[in-house]
């Protein structure tokens, strides 16, 4: 929920949010022994936690393996539009190596800073100097959210092995998505922003939307651009003549929220 404070109350004036962890991730402990931390099973987890709270269909929205997850979701017929934000999943495999290798290496950063995550996150100094990686305006993240992420990032006990489950994992059924999806991809990412256009091949009615100049997690780099797409977005797909709305929006890569009207 960290990672989407900078448009929550943007989202909230038209949706009732709910948050989530997902599996390994902040309060949601990890998935049961033996189960990898694949897009499918993360999926899962998420749907099980839908049909508690009654939510029989919804619109989705999730960045980088939030956005992965979502669009699995949606292969499943449930919801009424996604909108993912740097989804990961279509990487050769010279990028997914390059990608585990980032991600490992800035768990290790993490951890180390961990200790000092208060006075690192105190300044713009500090916090370009974690998240620089994934933001392009890192100064911009409040210090108690700045400093939650760090420990988030440090603590996360899910992790590593869902770095590792990414490495060989595969996006499979994008043919049977239908429903409106709005693809949103940083021009400055250096993690996926080639494999964001990939999905336009294999999920019908995709668009897309270049964000000039902003990375990998742009919702805290310029949030009002972001919340205007996406709620641009929404309004048209509700206009289908949907009755039943929700929204789903992944942390990257372990807290969500959804939504209900």
């Known amino acids: 929920m960290v990672g989407w404070r900078p448009l929550h109350e943007a989202l909230s004036k038209?949706?009732?949010a709910i948050a989530i962890d997902l599996p390994g991730f902040g309060h949601s402990p990890p998935l049961p022994p033996g189960v990898a931390p694949t897009a499918a099973a993360l999926a899962d987890a998420v749907e099980g936690e839908l049909d508690r709270l009654g939510v029989a269909q919804f619109h989705i929205a999730g960045y980088s393996l939030g956005a992965r997850v979502a669009l699995e979701l949606a292969t499943r017929g449930r919801t009424l539009s996604v909108i993912a934000i740097a989804p990961d999943g279509l990487g050769t495999?010279?990028?997914r190596v390059y990608q585990a290798a980032v991600l490992t290496s800035g768990r290790a950063l993490a951890t180390l800073l961990a200790p000092n995550a208060t006075q690192v996150a105190a300044t713009g100094a500090g916090r370009s100097l974690f998240f620089a990686i994934e933001r392009s305006r890192p100064w911009q993240l409040p210090a108690a959210d700045a400093?939650?992420?760090l420990l988030d990032f440090a603590q996360a006990p899910g992790y590593l092995d869902t770095v590792q489950a990414a490495m060989v994992d595969v996006p499979?059924?994008?043919e049977r998505i239908t429903c409106p999806v709005l693809l949103l991809q940083g021009t400055n990412d250096p993690l996926v922003s080639m494999q964001t256009p990939?999905?336009?091949?294999?999920?019908r009615?995709?668009?897309m939307q270049w964000l000039p100049g902003l990375s990998?997690?742009?919702l805290s780099d310029d949030p009002q651009l972001v919340a205007s797409l996406m709620l641009g977005f929404l309004?048209?797909?509700t206009k289908r003549g949907n009755t039943t709305e929700g929204c789903h929006h992944s942390d990257d890569p372990g807290s969500a929220s959804r939504s209900r009207r």
Do not use: I, M
Not at 198 to 203: G, I
């Open 93 to 95: 495999p010279l990028e």
């Open 216 to 218: 990998h997690v742009p």
């Open 14 to 16: 038209d949706y009732d």
């Open 235 to 237: 309004k048209t797909a």
């Open 172 to 174: 499979t059924g994008l």
């Open 205 to 207: 009615h995709a668009q």
């Open 147 to 149: 400093r939650q992420l």
């Open 198 to 203: 990939r999905f336009l091949a294999f999920v």
